[in-house]
């Protein structure tokens, strides 16, 4: 799991993007050599910073285009940091000091000029950045959660009686873009990209605002199209969302990235016999291998911080174990980004070292020829679990199959019945997860570690699958 930065230059004008693969978001660096603006810039500001640093640029400016509900804001610490303005669209009620700005006004930093456009529709008061110089030559537009690649931010993050109207709001947020702005103006929006911020799934690496006249579905459907299909789309988002805009409208504490205090076998036995979450950040396949029984196996990679940020307990006890402290190093960073602060501890090393002589819980791994195969040899003889989405069961899935969402099973868990299990999902992490939810009280299991694409190739995808009957 890593993040990247890249650099486009639209003439006389560069902009960095900043990925944040765990989330599906980007933040972007924008300078003319020597002064730079932040567009939405996550809580970890070390990655902005040391860009500043590296290039002698000096940040005038930190802007966001909405209130964010998928992260933490790291705007309000980078500016006090810095001395940038931090700005904020004038209708947001916040408890901090922050530049407002309005439907056509125009920053300046540098040589760089930022028009604002009113673009609500993913919130009441998101606005977009066009970039221009001091000619107006456009160069590009910050479009946060508006226009997204072949699609639109999400709109039912505010309340569930605002959905209807932001949905027709950012119809015609997205129309405005396209109708002001030139065709091969570069979009650079901030959701997207795995982002559960995104009403639908997007397409694409970069694009034009005339690129998207012929893909969005803002601009090429009518409006009661678009507003119909887009709700009738909307999936289930990760609960950790509603902590988000609170954190952002109080202003977060400076970010702390230092390290946990280390626990030592006997104190991790003690947690997790105390029904405390200490989570296992090894490889999947490696935890199922062996682990600590009751512990929970959330592999650190692209997924883990949607996954944990949905099914946490927030504020709980949380006590990560690692294969080695770089791994409890990027842990303790991706939690930081949504706001998980206090860590209650950490161990890592040869899992063999940390039972300290206690058993170590096992389960085998199949695939979903291996499923077909078990299935065939002894039908009725066990459980097989879908994991995945409504909108994704809504489409398919192993006939016969039990299914409960991932974000469901802890309070479902008791629907699974007795006996062996086979869990599966999308491409197995989700059900890697599921597996070691069950495994804590000591079901009999297996997991299925497999792309969903082969369910097919196995003979099992079924259309209808006919459910299982939970008891």
Do not use: K
Not at 22 to 40: C, F, M, N
Not at 236 to 243: E, L
């Amino acid at each position: 799991m890593t993040d990247e930065n890249r650099t486009t230059d639209p003439a006389a004008f560069r902009v960095e993007t900043i990925e944040t693969t765990s989330l599906g978001d980007r933040s972007y660096l924008i300078h003319d050599g020597e002064t730079a603006v932040v567009v939405d810039p996550q809580r970890d500001i070390d990655r902005i910073t040391g860009l500043l640093d590296a290039g002698g640029l000096r940040l005038t400016l930190a802007v966001e285009t909405h209130v964010h509900n998928d992260y933490v804001s790291g705007g309000l610490e980078l500016a006090r940091t810095t001395g940038a303005t931090y700005v904020l669209a004038s209708g947001d009620e916040l408890e901090f000091e922050f530049r407002p700005v309005a439907d056509g006004e125009v920053l300046e930093a540098g040589r760089m000029r930022l028009r604002v456009l009113h673009t609500p529709g993913h919130t009441h008061h998101h606005v977009s950045y066009v970039l221009q110089d001091a000619d107006r030559r456009v160069h590009g537009v910050f479009t946060g959660g508006s226009m997204l690649y072949g699609a639109t931010g999400r709109t039912d993050l505010v309340r569930p009686e605002d959905t209807e109207a932001l949905t027709h709001a950012q119809y015609h947020s997205v129309r405005r873009l396209a109708a002001e702005l030139p065709a091969d103006t570069p979009v650079y929006p901030t959701h997207g990209f795995g982002s559960f911020c995104s009403a639908t799934p997007t397409s694409g690496d970069a694009s034009t605002v005339g690129a998207q006249a012929e893909v969005n579905p803002a601009l090429t459907l009518a409006e009661r199209d678009y507003v119909d299909t887009l709700i009738a789309g909307l999936a289930a988002y990760p609960a950790y969302y509603a902590h988000m805009s609170p954190l952002n409208r109080a202003g977060a504490a400076p970010v702390d990235l230092s390290l946990p205090e280390p626990v030592d076998p006997a104190e991790l036995r003690r947690r997790i016999e105390a029904g405390e979450w200490v989570v296992d950040l090894r490889e999947r396949t490696a935890f199922a291998a062996g682990h600590l029984a009751g512990s929970l196996g959330f592999e650190l990679s692209t997924n883990f911080l949607t996954y944990l940020g949905w099914l946490y307990p927030w504020g709980a006890p949380l006590t990560l174990i690692g294969e080695s402290v770089e791994q409890v190093t990027q842990a303790r960073r991706e939690l930081v980004r949504i706001g998980i602060d206090r860590l209650a501890g950490m161990a890592y090393g040869e899992i063999d070292e940390l039972a300290d002589g206690q058993p170590l819980r096992s389960y085998p791994v199949s695939d979903f020829a291996g499923l077909a195969a078990a299935l065939a040899d002894r039908p009725g003889a066990f459980t097989v679990l879908d994991a995945r989405r409504d909108d994704e069961r809504a489409g398919g899935g192993v006939r016969g199959s039990l299914h409960i969402p991932i974000h469901e099973l802890t309070e479902r868990v008791d629907e699974v019945p007795d006996g062996e299990v086979w869990v599966y999902c999308g491409s197995g992490y989700r059900a890697s997860i599921a597996a070691s939810i069950l495994d804590r009280p000591g079901r009999d299991l297996v997991l299925v570690d497999d792309d969903y694409a082969h369910a097919a190739d196995a003979g099992l995808h079924a259309a209808q699958p006919e459910p299982a009957r939970a008891r």
